[in-house]
């Protein structure tokens, strides 16, 4: 694995599962490998109810280094949404989370639960202005539906990231209007990711980095376990796409996910 290594660099993971089961045996040699190429802190959003035990776990080993999320993800959405997003909203009242996440809506996988998923979403949503946190939020198949429910909500307090941002240059753009900046993973690394060609049209202020660990490793890793130290890779074809010397990018895109998630 080509590792670039720069103890002076500060780079943000703002979005990785590394408390996931695919990390059960490895936990510790992944996120020593992530710190080798500057990641400093891990940003964990949640996925349901029944994976706050392992997202906590995490937390409680690694302190200084994990930045928690919680939030119901809209594939998670069935017939027991009311009781999960009660124990979701008791987690938020602790006060312990550092923003919202992953909400949104999927309709990739499955259709049968919209409107169930724009109630969640939008619940969520609210919350956020509320409680004044950060949103991760998780569209698949669903921009229209994002964007109708966000406007609804706009607000000032209302900001965050589009995690794995995969839209067009317009939908980015409203994005951005919208107080929300662009989650860039390993999708700009594809040869049919597209993203990649209208990408430098958008401010460097306006985008932080991420992997989705265990999901969506970038190129040339494609289809294998993702993990947080692929950021490298991720980092290397912005580089490209800005024309921009590897640490002055880096430094714009840690003050990005500071802002956003306040640490």
């Not at 994976?51 to 080993?61: E, F, H, R, Y």
């Not at 009311?82 to 990739?108: M, R």
């Not at 932080?208 to 980092?235: F, S």
Request: with cysteine.
């Amino acid at each position: 694995m080509s590792i670039f290594v720069n103890k002076n660099t500060m780079i943000v993971d703002t979005h990785t599962h590394i408390f996931v089961s695919e990390f059960d045996t490895d936990r510790e040699a992944v996120i020593q490998r992530a710190k080798n190429i500057g990641i400093e802190k891990f940003v964990l959003p949640n996925i349901d109810v029944g994976s706050i035990p392992a997202l906590k776990q995490c937390i409680n080993d690694y302190p200084d280094d994990m930045l928690a999320l919680m939030g119901l993800h809209p594939t998670s959405v069935k017939e027991d949404y009311p009781e999960q997003l009660t124990i979701i909203k008791q987690e938020l009242d602790s006060g312990n989370y550092y923003g919202i996440g992953e909400i949104g809506i999927d309709l990739y996988w499955d259709k049968t639960y919209l409107k169930q998923q724009q109630e969640v979403f939008q619940t969520q949503l609210q919350w956020a202005k509320k409680l004044k946190l950060p949103v991760s939020i998780h569209i698949r198949d669903a921009f229209d539906e994002v964007f109708e429910i966000i406007e609804q909500e706009k607000s000032p307090d209302l900001l965050g990231v589009f995690h794995c941002f995969t839209g067009t240059l317009e939908q980015a753009v409203r994005a951005i209007d919208l107080n929300f900046y662009l989650g860039i993973g390993g999708v700009v690394t594809f040869k049919n990711g597209k993203i990649d060609r209208f990408l430098n049209q958008i401010p460097l202020h306006q985008i932080v980095v991420e992997t989705d660990a265990p999901w969506l490793a970038p190129v040339p890793y494609r289809g294998k376990r993702n993990e947080p130290a692929y950021i490298n890779q991720i980092i290397e074809k912005l580089t490209k796409i800005y024309q921009m010397k590897r640490d002055e990018l880096e430094c714009i895109l840690y003050h990005n996910s500071s802002d956003i998630f306040a640490f």
